[in-house]
């Protein structure tokens, strides 16, 4: 059984809220007292249905008789409710309004500048309430915006992120070059040890300080890397961070997704400034093809 509800505020009737008790008109119409109350002209009150007139004695509008068939049906709906056992509420169903509970906040005030802290609302606070004259959006198509630019910025930061671990793998396939057992290393190794066959006698001490200056460079170059490799990885867990915080948003409510939004406009324009170029710019990592060994050549004649 439902709640009745008076069809002027659309708040429902209550048999406890004096501002919502049913009262009767002349005519034999009931509606809210609050709503009687605003409709007091001179001590009249006429009908919004059939436009007869009620005289208000001294304006008190206590003086009118309560709906006792609507505040009965209250008590029965109420009764009603309290024996279910179990309530199933669908978490994107409207929430009650705060301001006026009786009503569902079907709305989002869209009205730029407008300083009311809850930006839902009920047809009341449209008419009468803090959002009076303001421009409204339906809550399920205003969530639907704010999860489709959530959507957007996850996708770019989601991209980012990969981009980022592609630039780690290749640190790690230039980092695996500089092994000594690797086939790049070798090629370099050899290449110097045939240069030095010819002349070996000759120039042992030059060969040996020619090796130890690849393998310097090469151990400039490894903790070059490192250290770049290490900045990346700092970065990746950051934005990786941030794409996990942005994805706790899809487990919430529209209610309390909308209550999120300077939270989720912050993270949004951090993926627009982070993902701007799509591509990471980071300086290539340093392999071992790009060390260059000056080698000494020695004219013996014939």
């Known amino acids: 059984m439902s709640f009745p509800k008076c069809k002027i505020c659309f708040d429902r009737f209550s048999d406890t809220d004096s501002e919502h008790i049913p009262r009767n008109l002349t005519c034999g119409h009931a509606l809210c007292h609050k709503c009687i109350t605003a409709m007091v ?6 009908c919004p249905f059939c ?25 029965d709906a109420r009764y009603s409710l309290n024996k279910k056992d179990v309530v199933v509420v669908n978490s994107n169903s409207p929430p009650m309004c705060k301001n006026h509970p009786h009503n569902l906040a ?21 008419e009468f309430g803090n959002h009076k004259g303001h421009t409204r959006g339906l809550l399920q198509e205003e969530a639907a ?4 630019v959530l959507n957007n910025s996850e996708t770019k930061l989601e991209n980012f ?8 793998e290749q640190y790690k396939n230039a980092q695996r070059s500089f092994e000594s057992s690797g086939a790049t ?39 070059d890397n490192k250290k770049k490799m290490e900045i990346l990885s700092v970065g990746h867990q950051r934005f990786k961070q941030k794409l996990t915080d942005m994805k706790e948003f899809h487990n919430i409510n529209q209610a ?8 989720i406009m ?32 020695f004219n013996f004649g014939k």
């Open 185 to 223: 290393y070798k090629a370099k190794v050899k290449s110097i040890e045939e240069h030095f066959k010819k002349i070996k006698e000759m120039v042992a001490q030059r060969e040996k300080e020619t090796l130890v200056e690849l393998k310097d460079a090469a151990d400039c170059c490894l903790d």
């Open 161 to 168: 992120c990969d981009s980022i671990q592609s630039c780690i």
């Open 256 to 263: 309390g997704l909308l209550s999120k939004e300077s939270q």
């Open 145 to 148: 915006k704010m999860r489709t």
């Open 106 to 126: 079907e709305f989002v005030c869209v009205t730029s500048g407008c300083k009311s802290q809850c930006k839902l609302m009920c047809r009341t606070c449209e």
């Open 41 to 46: 002209n001179n001590s009249t009150v006429e």
């Open 266 to 297: 912050e993270l949004v324009e951090m993926a627009k400034i982070a993902t701007q170029s799509n591509v990471v710019n980071a300086p290539q990592p340093t392999k071992m093809d790009d060390i260059t060994i000056n080698l000494a050549s």
């Open 51 to 75: 436009r007869t007139v009620t005289n208000i004695v001294n304006n008190d509008i206590t003086k009118l008789l309560k709906n006792f068939a609507l505040i009965e049906v209250i008590e």
